[in-house]
């Protein structure tokens, strides 16, 4: 089964639900940048509210450019992402079994946006024990759009079968499987969990560093229990 998604920046939990369902990712990165968009942005709890972590990214006059293209502005962005982090959750139970590594991959001061996301999604994914396997639709020089180019990276993959979100349902029309092949299209949906978080109400799709600050090692056991193939 493989899956495709975009790099995302520091994903909520129900992503690493999906990754664990499925034996490889395709990272979609040869598609059109969309500023302001998960690709550059997450939450994270800061005192009791919903609070963004953003990077800078240069995007003046590129419209049209690819995820993989995009590249990261290192003014004083990620300093304030990582005293936010520090000032969110320095108290939290688990902080300090993860953090360092965290922030020597924030400190790395990769060029491209995608390599940032791709080497925390990868750390995260360590971290939990999943066995996914990556790989990149920028592999594979397509000239498709939308869905024609993720059936397209599912036929090229003999995969039998390809998970995606339910919100894909409404503009893959509800196909059970992908056009002139035998490949299953199955849609999942993830509900959120609750589990302990710092102090005030619990805040519901915030970034995986809520989760794995607050609960450690048990993250994963809480990741599995809200996931659902529809």
């Not at 690819?66 to 902080?95: G, P, Q, T």
């Not at 993830?190 to 600050?213: A, H, P, R």
């Amino acid at each position: 089964m493989i899956g495709i998604s975009q790099p995302t920046f520091m994903p909520w939990i129900g992503y690493f639900a999906f990754l664990d369902k499925i034996d490889k990712l395709i990272f979609l990165d040869d598609v059109q940048f969309d500023k302001r968009s998960w690709q550059q942005r997450n939450y994270i709890k800061l005192n009791k509210e919903k609070s963004l972590l953003t990077i800078s990214v240069k995007s003046k006059g590129k419209f049209d450019q690819k995820i993989s293209d995009v590249e990261i502005i290192y003014d004083k962005n990620l300093d304030l992402i990582k005293k936010k982090i520090f000032f969110a959750y320095n108290k939290a139970k688990y902080y300090k079994n993860y953090n360092n590594e965290i922030f020597d991959i924030l400190d790395k001061k990769y060029t491209y946006l995608s390599e940032l996301n791709i080497e925390l999604i990868k750390h995260f994914t360590r971290i939990l024990n999943l066995n996914t396997d990556f790989d990149y639709s920028s592999n594979y020089s397509l000239n498709f759009k939308k869905e024609n180019l993720i059936f397209e990276l599912c036929k090229k993959n003999n995969c039998k079968e390809y998970l995606s979100t339910l919100g894909s349902k409404q503009y893959l029309e509800s196909l059970n499987t992908i056009p002139e092949t035998n490949i299953k299209i199955l849609y999942f949906d993830y509900k959120d969990t609750i589990y302990n978080q710092l102090s005030g109400n619990f805040i519901s799709k915030l970034s995986i560093l809520d989760l794995l600050f607050n609960e450690g090692s048990n993250s994963i056991n809480i990741i599995r229990q809200g996931f659902r193939i529809i």
